[in-house]
Protein backbone atom coordinates (compact mmCIF):
# COMPACT_ATOMS: atom_id res chain seq x y z
CA UNK A 1 0.00 0.00 0.00
CA UNK A 2 1.28 3.73 -0.95
CA UNK A 3 1.68 6.70 1.82
CA UNK A 4 -0.39 8.88 -0.12
CA UNK A 5 -3.00 5.85 0.00
CA UNK A 6 -2.82 6.05 4.21
CA UNK A 7 -3.06 9.99 3.55
CA UNK A 8 -6.15 9.39 2.02
CA UNK A 9 -7.70 7.12 4.55
CA UNK A 10 -6.88 8.83 7.33
CA UNK A 11 -8.16 11.91 5.71
CA UNK A 12 -11.60 10.19 5.92
CA UNK A 13 -11.50 8.66 9.15
CA UNK A 14 -10.95 11.57 10.98
CA UNK A 15 -13.14 13.52 9.53
CA UNK A 16 -16.22 11.29 9.35
CA UNK A 17 -15.19 10.37 13.00
CA UNK A 18 -15.14 13.83 14.26
CA UNK A 19 -18.87 14.42 12.37
CA UNK A 20 -20.50 11.71 13.75
CA UNK A 21 -18.93 11.94 17.01
CA UNK A 22 -20.56 15.12 17.26
CA UNK A 23 -23.55 13.81 15.92
CA UNK A 24 -23.48 11.14 18.82
CA UNK A 25 -23.20 14.27 21.28
CA UNK A 26 -26.12 15.99 19.55
CA UNK A 27 -27.99 12.97 20.30
CA UNK A 28 -26.60 13.03 23.84
CA UNK A 29 -24.93 9.54 23.43
CA UNK A 30 -21.05 9.57 23.83
CA UNK A 31 -18.67 10.67 20.83
CA UNK A 32 -17.10 7.33 21.07
CA UNK A 33 -20.37 5.79 19.59
CA UNK A 34 -19.97 8.02 16.67
CA UNK A 35 -17.18 7.06 16.29
CA UNK A 36 -17.57 3.04 16.17
CA UNK A 37 -20.85 3.80 13.91
CA UNK A 38 -18.58 5.80 11.39
CA UNK A 39 -16.48 2.55 11.05
CA UNK A 40 -19.31 0.39 10.10
CA UNK A 41 -20.13 3.63 7.48
CA UNK A 42 -16.77 3.87 5.59
CA UNK A 43 -16.01 0.01 6.47
CA UNK A 44 -17.14 -3.13 4.21
CA UNK A 45 -20.35 -3.64 5.87
CA UNK A 46 -21.63 -0.04 4.04
CA UNK A 47 -19.88 1.84 1.55
CA UNK A 48 -16.04 0.43 1.64
CA UNK A 49 -13.99 3.63 1.28
CA UNK A 50 -11.65 2.51 3.86
CA UNK A 51 -9.96 -0.77 4.59
CA UNK A 52 -8.37 -2.34 7.44
CA UNK A 53 -4.69 -2.04 6.27
CA UNK A 54 -1.93 -3.07 8.38
CA UNK A 55 -0.86 0.70 8.50
CA UNK A 56 -4.24 1.14 10.11
CA UNK A 57 -4.36 -1.35 12.32
CA UNK A 58 -0.55 0.01 13.63
CA UNK A 59 -2.18 2.94 14.73
CA UNK A 60 -5.10 1.82 16.04
CA UNK A 61 -2.69 -0.19 18.15
CA UNK A 62 -0.91 2.95 19.06
CA UNK A 63 -4.70 4.15 20.00
CA UNK A 64 -5.38 1.45 22.66
CA UNK A 65 -2.13 1.89 24.61
CA UNK A 66 -2.06 5.53 24.94
CA UNK A 67 -5.71 5.31 25.77
CA UNK A 68 -4.95 2.81 28.54
CA UNK A 69 -1.71 4.77 29.63
CA UNK A 70 -3.89 7.64 30.20
CA UNK A 71 -6.56 5.70 32.24
CA UNK A 72 -3.19 4.32 34.53
CA UNK A 73 -2.23 8.22 35.28
CA UNK A 74 -6.03 9.20 35.78
CA UNK A 75 -6.17 6.57 38.50
CA UNK A 76 -6.42 7.21 41.99
CA UNK A 77 -3.98 5.17 43.88
CA UNK A 78 -5.96 4.90 47.09
CA UNK A 79 -8.82 3.81 45.42
CA UNK A 80 -6.71 1.22 43.29
CA UNK A 81 -5.41 0.11 46.48
CA UNK A 82 -9.22 -0.37 48.03
CA UNK A 83 -10.70 -1.62 45.21
CA UNK A 84 -8.27 -4.55 44.52
CA UNK A 85 -9.72 -7.27 46.10
CA UNK A 86 -12.92 -6.38 45.58
CA UNK A 87 -11.97 -5.90 41.59
CA UNK A 88 -10.56 -9.88 41.59
CA UNK A 89 -13.84 -11.20 42.77
CA UNK A 90 -15.45 -8.90 40.12
CA UNK A 91 -12.94 -10.47 37.23
CA UNK A 92 -13.09 -13.77 38.78
CA UNK A 93 -17.61 -13.58 38.29
CA UNK A 94 -16.96 -11.92 34.68
CA UNK A 95 -15.23 -14.89 33.55
CA UNK A 96 -17.15 -18.04 35.05
CA UNK A 97 -20.61 -17.23 34.41
CA UNK A 98 -19.99 -15.80 30.92
CA UNK A 99 -18.01 -19.25 29.67
CA UNK A 100 -20.51 -21.14 31.78
CA UNK A 101 -23.34 -19.34 29.50
CA UNK A 102 -20.95 -19.60 25.76
CA UNK A 103 -20.99 -23.40 26.76
CA UNK A 104 -24.64 -24.02 27.16
CA UNK A 105 -25.68 -21.60 24.10
CA UNK A 106 -23.28 -23.60 21.71
CA UNK A 107 -24.45 -26.80 23.45
CA UNK A 108 -28.31 -26.28 23.02
CA UNK A 109 -27.68 -25.09 19.63
CA UNK A 110 -25.59 -28.08 17.87
CA UNK A 111 -25.88 -30.46 21.02
CA UNK A 112 -24.23 -31.69 24.49
CA UNK A 113 -21.08 -33.65 23.22
CA UNK A 114 -19.07 -35.50 26.27
CA UNK A 115 -15.93 -34.19 27.71
CA UNK A 116 -13.16 -34.35 26.07
CA UNK A 117 -14.53 -34.62 22.55
CA UNK A 118 -14.19 -31.81 19.65
CA UNK A 119 -17.51 -30.43 20.40
CA UNK A 120 -16.80 -29.99 24.05
CA UNK A 121 -13.82 -27.96 23.64
CA UNK A 122 -15.56 -25.91 20.74
CA UNK A 123 -19.01 -25.42 23.13
CA UNK A 124 -16.04 -24.25 26.11
CA UNK A 125 -14.64 -22.13 23.34
CA UNK A 126 -17.60 -20.04 22.70
CA UNK A 127 -17.43 -18.78 26.23
CA UNK A 128 -13.74 -18.33 26.16
CA UNK A 129 -14.55 -15.59 23.59
CA UNK A 130 -16.89 -14.43 25.66
CA UNK A 131 -15.21 -13.78 28.99
CA UNK A 132 -12.63 -11.42 27.67
CA UNK A 133 -13.88 -7.42 28.63
CA UNK A 134 -12.66 -4.61 26.33
CA UNK A 135 -11.73 -1.99 28.81
CA UNK A 136 -10.28 0.52 26.73
CA UNK A 137 -14.47 1.00 24.96
CA UNK A 138 -15.40 1.56 28.71
CA UNK A 139 -12.61 3.90 29.65
CA UNK A 140 -13.45 6.34 27.18
CA UNK A 141 -16.83 6.48 27.96
CA UNK A 142 -16.34 6.56 31.59
CA UNK A 143 -13.64 9.84 30.52
CA UNK A 144 -15.92 11.32 28.73
CA UNK A 145 -18.29 11.06 31.69
CA UNK A 146 -15.64 12.03 33.89
CA UNK A 147 -16.62 8.88 35.66
CA UNK A 148 -13.13 7.36 35.92
CA UNK A 149 -11.76 8.42 39.24
CA UNK A 150 -13.85 6.78 41.84
CA UNK A 151 -14.69 3.70 43.33
CA UNK A 152 -17.16 2.44 40.81
CA UNK A 153 -14.56 3.77 37.98
CA UNK A 154 -11.53 2.57 39.19
CA UNK A 155 -13.44 -1.27 40.54
CA UNK A 156 -14.52 -1.57 36.48
CA UNK A 157 -11.13 -0.62 35.40
CA UNK A 158 -9.04 -2.81 37.80
CA UNK A 159 -11.89 -5.49 37.37
CA UNK A 160 -11.75 -5.47 33.02
CA UNK A 161 -7.82 -5.26 33.47
CA UNK A 162 -7.74 -8.52 35.42
CA UNK A 163 -10.68 -10.18 33.83
CA UNK A 164 -8.37 -9.89 30.49
CA UNK A 165 -5.12 -11.42 32.58
CA UNK A 166 -7.76 -14.60 34.11
CA UNK A 167 -9.01 -14.81 30.33
CA UNK A 168 -5.83 -15.46 28.67
CA UNK A 169 -4.85 -18.15 31.39
CA UNK A 170 -8.73 -19.84 30.74
CA UNK A 171 -7.51 -19.58 26.82
CA UNK A 172 -4.17 -21.12 27.52
CA UNK A 173 -5.47 -23.86 29.75
CA UNK A 174 -8.65 -24.88 27.07
CA UNK A 175 -5.87 -24.47 23.99
CA UNK A 176 -3.47 -26.77 26.47
CA UNK A 177 -6.29 -29.61 27.43
CA UNK A 178 -6.45 -29.74 23.80
CA UNK A 179 -2.93 -29.68 22.96
CA UNK A 180 -0.52 -31.43 25.16
CA UNK A 181 2.07 -29.27 23.92
CA UNK A 182 1.14 -25.98 25.45
CA UNK A 183 2.23 -25.42 28.92
CA UNK A 184 -0.90 -23.27 30.47
CA UNK A 185 1.23 -23.20 34.09
CA UNK A 186 3.77 -21.27 31.91
CA UNK A 187 1.20 -18.34 31.24
CA UNK A 188 0.40 -18.15 35.15
CA UNK A 189 4.42 -18.14 35.85
CA UNK A 190 4.84 -15.32 33.26
CA UNK A 191 2.12 -13.54 34.82
CA UNK A 192 3.00 -13.01 38.35
CA UNK A 193 6.61 -12.28 37.58
CA UNK A 194 5.53 -9.59 35.38
CA UNK A 195 3.34 -8.09 38.35
CA UNK A 196 6.86 -8.54 40.10
CA UNK A 197 9.15 -6.74 37.41
CA UNK A 198 6.38 -4.13 37.10
CA UNK A 199 6.79 -3.07 41.22
CA UNK A 200 10.36 -3.38 41.13
CA UNK A 201 11.02 -1.48 37.63
CA UNK A 202 7.84 0.59 38.60
CA UNK A 203 9.03 1.86 42.27
CA UNK A 204 12.88 3.19 40.22
CA UNK A 205 10.92 4.39 37.63
CA UNK A 206 8.35 6.53 40.23
CA UNK A 207 11.77 7.70 41.83
CA UNK A 208 13.25 8.89 38.58
CA UNK A 209 10.48 10.93 37.55
CA UNK A 210 9.60 12.09 41.49
CA UNK A 211 12.97 13.49 40.94
CA UNK A 212 12.80 15.07 37.58
CA UNK A 213 9.71 16.27 38.33
CA UNK A 214 11.59 18.65 41.43
CA UNK A 215 14.02 19.37 39.09
CA UNK A 216 11.90 20.17 35.93
CA UNK A 217 8.13 21.11 36.71
CA UNK A 218 5.41 21.26 33.58
CA UNK A 219 8.66 20.88 31.21
CA UNK A 220 7.92 19.61 27.98
CA UNK A 221 10.24 16.17 28.67
CA UNK A 222 8.17 14.73 31.27
CA UNK A 223 5.60 13.59 29.41
CA UNK A 224 8.02 12.73 26.50
CA UNK A 225 9.99 10.42 28.55
CA UNK A 226 6.51 9.36 30.36
CA UNK A 227 5.53 8.25 26.85
CA UNK A 228 8.66 6.56 26.28
CA UNK A 229 8.34 4.65 29.59
CA UNK A 230 4.47 3.71 28.25
CA UNK A 231 5.47 1.83 24.95
CA UNK A 232 8.51 0.34 27.13
CA UNK A 233 6.02 -1.48 29.44
CA UNK A 234 3.97 -2.26 26.70
CA UNK A 235 6.61 -4.14 24.55
CA UNK A 236 8.19 -6.04 27.42
CA UNK A 237 4.85 -7.07 28.78
CA UNK A 238 3.85 -8.69 25.48
CA UNK A 239 7.18 -9.63 23.81
CA UNK A 240 8.71 -11.07 26.85
CA UNK A 241 5.77 -12.36 29.49
CA UNK A 242 3.14 -13.17 26.95
CA UNK A 243 1.02 -10.28 28.97
CA UNK A 244 -1.52 -7.95 27.01
CA UNK A 245 0.59 -4.77 25.50
CA UNK A 246 -2.54 -2.28 27.04
CA UNK A 247 -1.84 -4.15 30.58
CA UNK A 248 1.88 -2.88 30.74
CA UNK A 249 0.61 0.61 29.14
CA UNK A 250 -1.69 0.31 32.21
CA UNK A 251 1.11 -0.67 34.55
CA UNK A 252 3.32 2.60 33.16
CA UNK A 253 0.02 4.66 34.29
CA UNK A 254 -0.27 3.39 37.68
CA UNK A 255 3.56 3.92 37.95
CA UNK A 256 3.22 7.50 37.80
CA UNK A 257 0.08 8.64 38.47
CA UNK A 258 1.42 9.91 42.00
CA UNK A 259 3.70 12.22 40.80
CA UNK A 260 2.83 16.09 41.02
CA UNK A 261 2.83 16.53 37.30
CA UNK A 262 0.84 13.35 36.34
CA UNK A 263 -2.17 15.68 35.35
CA UNK A 264 -0.22 17.43 33.07
CA UNK A 265 1.48 14.15 31.50
CA UNK A 266 -2.39 12.76 30.99
CA UNK A 267 -3.39 16.33 29.46
CA UNK A 268 -0.14 15.81 27.05
CA UNK A 269 -0.57 12.48 25.84
CA UNK A 270 -4.16 12.90 25.53
CA UNK A 271 -4.09 15.47 23.17
CA UNK A 272 -2.69 13.73 20.42
CA UNK A 273 -4.65 10.60 21.41
CA UNK A 274 -7.79 12.13 20.91
CA UNK A 275 -6.80 14.21 17.43
CA UNK A 276 -5.68 10.94 15.52
CA UNK A 277 -4.57 8.04 17.55
CA UNK A 278 -8.07 7.38 19.18
CA UNK A 279 -10.52 8.29 16.84
CA UNK A 280 -8.54 5.39 14.21
CA UNK A 281 -8.45 2.86 17.04
CA UNK A 282 -12.94 3.00 17.48
CA UNK A 283 -13.01 3.35 14.29
CA UNK A 284 -11.31 0.60 13.33
CA UNK A 285 -13.71 -2.33 15.15
CA UNK A 286 -16.20 -0.62 12.47
CA UNK A 287 -14.09 -1.85 9.57
CA UNK A 288 -13.36 -5.27 10.97
CA UNK A 289 -17.38 -5.62 10.47
CA UNK A 290 -18.56 -8.07 7.47
CA UNK A 291 -22.08 -8.73 7.26
CA UNK A 292 -21.53 -11.15 4.30
CA UNK A 293 -22.40 -15.53 4.35
CA UNK A 294 -25.05 -15.30 7.28
CA UNK A 295 -27.52 -17.37 7.32
CA UNK A 296 -30.90 -17.66 9.24
CA UNK A 297 -29.64 -20.24 11.60
CA UNK A 298 -26.17 -18.20 11.90
CA UNK A 299 -28.03 -14.96 12.48
CA UNK A 300 -29.89 -16.58 15.06
CA UNK A 301 -27.09 -17.88 16.76
CA UNK A 302 -25.31 -14.38 16.77
CA UNK A 303 -28.18 -13.09 18.51
CA UNK A 304 -28.42 -15.15 20.92
CA UNK A 305 -24.88 -15.09 21.84
CA UNK A 306 -24.55 -11.57 21.61
CA UNK A 307 -27.59 -11.41 24.47
CA UNK A 308 -26.34 -14.34 26.42
CA UNK A 309 -22.64 -12.30 26.38
CA UNK A 310 -24.06 -9.07 28.08
CA UNK A 311 -26.33 -10.24 30.09
CA UNK A 312 -23.87 -12.73 31.60
CA UNK A 313 -21.54 -10.11 32.41
CA UNK A 314 -23.72 -7.67 34.23
CA UNK A 315 -25.28 -10.88 36.18
CA UNK A 316 -21.52 -11.82 37.33
CA UNK A 317 -20.01 -8.60 38.20
CA UNK A 318 -23.12 -6.82 39.33
CA UNK A 319 -23.98 -9.83 41.79
CA UNK A 320 -20.79 -9.98 43.46
CA UNK A 321 -20.11 -5.89 43.18
CA UNK A 322 -23.58 -6.20 45.10
CA UNK A 323 -22.27 -8.79 47.37
CA UNK A 324 -19.42 -6.73 48.38
CA UNK A 325 -21.30 -3.92 49.39
CA UNK A 326 -22.16 -2.03 46.69
CA UNK A 327 -25.68 -0.46 46.17
CA UNK A 328 -27.89 -1.84 43.62
CA UNK A 329 -27.14 0.94 41.01
CA UNK A 330 -23.46 1.20 40.94
CA UNK A 331 -24.10 -2.63 40.98
CA UNK A 332 -24.84 -2.10 37.65
CA UNK A 333 -23.36 0.30 36.25
CA UNK A 334 -19.99 -2.22 36.99
CA UNK A 335 -21.96 -5.27 35.56
CA UNK A 336 -22.67 -2.91 32.24
CA UNK A 337 -19.57 -1.12 32.53
CA UNK A 338 -17.70 -4.93 32.03
CA UNK A 339 -19.66 -6.39 29.29
CA UNK A 340 -17.86 -4.52 26.21
CA UNK A 341 -15.66 -6.95 23.91
CA UNK A 342 -13.13 -5.27 21.73
CA UNK A 343 -9.73 -5.98 20.65
CA UNK A 344 -9.14 -9.34 23.06
CA UNK A 345 -12.24 -11.07 21.51
CA UNK A 346 -10.65 -10.62 18.45
CA UNK A 347 -7.36 -12.12 19.72
CA UNK A 348 -9.16 -15.14 21.28
CA UNK A 349 -11.31 -15.80 18.27
CA UNK A 350 -8.26 -15.86 15.86
CA UNK A 351 -6.33 -18.18 18.12
CA UNK A 352 -9.64 -20.58 18.08
CA UNK A 353 -9.56 -20.53 14.39
CA UNK A 354 -5.60 -20.80 14.58
CA UNK A 355 -6.19 -23.90 16.76
CA UNK A 356 -9.20 -25.77 14.97
CA UNK A 357 -11.26 -24.37 18.37
CA UNK A 358 -13.45 -21.68 16.38
CA UNK A 359 -15.26 -22.23 12.92
CA UNK A 360 -14.71 -19.45 10.58
CA UNK A 361 -18.51 -18.93 10.36
CA UNK A 362 -18.72 -17.50 13.87
CA UNK A 363 -16.20 -15.04 13.45
CA UNK A 364 -19.79 -13.20 12.28
CA UNK A 365 -20.68 -13.37 15.58
CA UNK A 366 -17.36 -12.53 17.50
CA UNK A 367 -17.75 -9.24 15.45
CA UNK A 368 -21.55 -8.32 15.86
CA UNK A 369 -20.80 -9.00 19.69
CA UNK A 370 -18.02 -6.54 19.77
CA UNK A 371 -20.13 -3.83 17.49
CA UNK A 372 -23.29 -4.19 19.96
CA UNK A 373 -21.41 -4.10 23.13
CA UNK A 374 -19.20 -1.28 22.61
CA UNK A 375 -22.22 0.46 20.92
CA UNK A 376 -24.54 -0.34 23.90
CA UNK A 377 -22.09 -0.23 26.97
CA UNK A 378 -21.45 3.62 26.72
CA UNK A 379 -25.36 4.34 26.04
CA UNK A 380 -26.16 2.42 29.01
CA UNK A 381 -23.73 4.07 31.18
CA UNK A 382 -23.94 7.92 30.04
CA UNK A 383 -28.28 6.77 30.95
CA UNK A 384 -27.14 5.03 35.06
CA UNK A 385 -25.00 8.14 35.01
CA UNK A 386 -28.26 10.85 34.10
CA UNK A 387 -29.24 11.89 37.28
CA UNK A 388 -25.64 12.92 38.59
CA UNK A 389 -23.74 15.95 38.12
CA UNK A 390 -22.04 16.79 35.02
CA UNK A 391 -17.91 16.64 35.36
CA UNK A 392 -15.96 18.80 33.09
CA UNK A 393 -13.81 17.41 30.52
CA UNK A 394 -10.25 18.75 28.82
CA UNK A 395 -12.19 19.02 25.64
CA UNK A 396 -15.04 19.87 23.84
CA UNK A 397 -16.53 19.43 20.10
Same mark, same amino acid.
Given at each position: MQVVEVFRDLAI??????????????????????EIIAGLLIGPAVLNLVEQTEAITFIAEIGVVMLMFVAGLETDLKDLIKTGPI?????????????? +????????????? !????????????MGVIMTATSVSITVQALRELGRLKGTVGTTILNAAI?????????????????? !??????????????????????????????NRLDKIAPHKQRI??????????????????????????????????????????????????SYL?? +???????? +??????TGITPTLLLFSVCFVAVA???????????????????RESLKIGVGMMTRGEVALIVAQKGLAVGLLDAKYFTSVILLIICSSIATPIVLKLLYKDEPPVPRFYEN
Amino acid at each position: MQVVEVFRDLAIIIILAKICGILARSLKAPQVVGEIIAGLLIGPAVLNLVEQTEAITFIAEIGVVMLMFVAGLETDLKDLIKTGPIALAIACAGVFVPLL +GGYLLYSCFYGFS !PNGSEGFYHAVFMGVIMTATSVSITVQALRELGRLKGTVGTTILNAAIIDDVIGIIVLTFVIGFKN !PESKPISVIINTVLFFLFSGVIGYLTYQFFNRLDKIAPHKQRIPIFSLGVCFAFAYIAEEYFGIADITGAYIAGVVLCSIQDSGYISHKVDVSSYLLF +GPVFFISI +GLKTELTGITPTLLLFSVCFVAVALISKIIGCGLTAKLCHFSSRESLKIGVGMMTRGEVALIVAQKGLAVGLLDAKYFTSVILLIICSSIATPIVLKLLYKDEPPVPRFYEN
